[in-house]
């Protein structure tokens, strides 16, 4: 699995110069589900991507990594799609195929920032919604789909955040922490 670390680098190479509406929906195969969380007294919205199965050699004994997207309702599509391109589509093997588990999200200010930002009033439960997906998704996605133990999260502005401030205080709870354009000026 050491190999991913390096794709993903390509991945996101390829992902900065991808825009939205050019992703076709007809590569993703997804599936979308609420699950409820003890930790956070509310729903949420999952969306997952499984690999292109039709591509893969072992169905059903193969172990594949997950990555975890954060903001799932604007990155998910995007990235599963670039996943699946680069992990199966026209015979390409650039990267392993895997699973892709988009977050959906119901306040970034709140779920993204650890410590509290003074001008936010809800900031600060990052650790809440930190212990939401180690606790309780990592069970269900484990409990559901066939993966292997080798985690990337990835994620945005506040999502960036969220990842560092999580590599800063639990920096074995994922292999890979993939953040793009942090929100750098509130990390404590």
């Known amino acids: 699995m050491k190999k991913l670390e390096k794709y993903l680098i390509i991945l996101f ?6 825009k939205p509406n050019s992703i076709k929906k007809e590569y993703d195969q997804y599936e979308n589900f609420l699950v409820h969380s003890e930790i956070l007294k509310e729903d949420r ?33 995007l990235v599963s799609a670039i996943v699946n391109f680069l992990s199966g589509i ?21 779920n ?8 936010e009033s ?14 309780e998704l990592f069970k269900l996605i484990q409990d559901r789909y066939s993966v292997a133990n080798y985690r990337t999260i990835i994620g945005h502005s ?8 999580t590599l800063n205080k639990n920096h074995e709870m994922f292999d890979n922490y ?4 942090p929100s750098y000026q509130y990390i404590m």
Not at 65 to 75: A, H, K, Q, S, T
Not at 158 to 165: K, R
């Open 45 to 77: 919205q999952i969306l997952i991507s499984k690999p292109n199965f039709k591509h893969s050699t072992k169905l059903g004994e193969k172990k594949y990594p997950v990555i975890y997207v954060l903001d799932g309702e604007d990155m998910f599509h």
């Open 112 to 119: 993204y920032t650890h410590d509290l930002i003074e001008f």
């Open 158 to 165: 506040y999502g960036g955040l969220f990842v560092i401030n």
């Open 122 to 135: 809800e900031s600060g439960h990052g650790s809440e919604f930190s212990k939401f997906i180690e606790n």
């Open 13 to 18: 190479i390829t992902f900065m110069g991808c």
């Open 178 to 181: 993939i953040a793009l354009d």
């Open 90 to 110: 026209k015979g390409n093997k650039i990267i392993p195929e895997s699973l892709v588990v988009g977050i959906v999200n119901t306040n970034r200010t709140k």
